[in-house]
């Protein structure tokens, strides 16, 4: 191996999503911590840096060219919307490297960019919401006469005027 594997990572960190992108942020420091703990891979320990992403796509494309361009990267990571995904799609090819999609979900993404215009350096980890529903599991019943899931018990009570009343 040439030396570490470095992966660029971004994620939101400022804002009023600033509290979700912490989460991200100790999540792939923790995984890094346990891979390198174990030898790395392939014998190569893993770097990672960690950068804002803003929801904003320019923002998405200046944090992927740093990485690639300017620290040297590896790999891609990150990326908390659709809106930045769809955005970085177009240039992936040229970066070169492999984009690792952890939450934006957009099947704009996977249908148009990696399927139908074979960009190859894209893999989507977070699933595009559904176009049908998914049907819902059919509750156990424990008599023909059961309709539903168990209800819990009534915490109210009717009042003698016909009103309900909580009890507490």
């Not at 804002?15 to 991200?24: D, R, S």
């Not at 420091?29 to 960690?50: C, L, R, T």
């Not at 769809?86 to 704009?108: C, F, G, N, S």
């Not at 049907?135 to 819990?152: D, E, I, K, L, Q």
Request: glycine share 8%.
């Amino acid at each position: 191996m040439k030396g570490p594997i470095k992966v660029g990572y971004q994620c939101v960190l400022s804002g009023t999503l600033a509290g979700y992108g912490e989460f991200h942020k100790m999540g792939v420091q923790m995984a890094v911590d346990e891979i390198n703990e174990k030898g790395g891979i392939a014998g190569a320990k893993v770097e990672v840096d960690i950068r804002d992403s803003t929801t904003k796509p320019e923002d998405a494309i200046k944090n992927a060219r740093y990485f690639v361009d300017s620290w040297g990267a590896d790999f891609l990571a990150g990326i908390d919307s659709s809106g930045q995904v769809l955005a970085l799609a177009p240039i992936m090819e040229q970066l070169d490297r492999v984009l690792i999609v952890t939450h934006a979900a957009t099947e704009k993404l996977t249908e148009e960019w990696v399927f139908k215009k074979g960009v190859k350096q894209i893999s989507a980890t977070a699933p595009p919401p559904t176009r049908t529903p998914t049907p819902r599991p059919s509750w156990p019943r424990t008599s023909p006469s059961s309709a539903g899931p168990p209800s819990a018990p009534s915490t109210s009570t009717a009042s003698p005027a016909g009103r309900c009343s909580s009890r507490r």
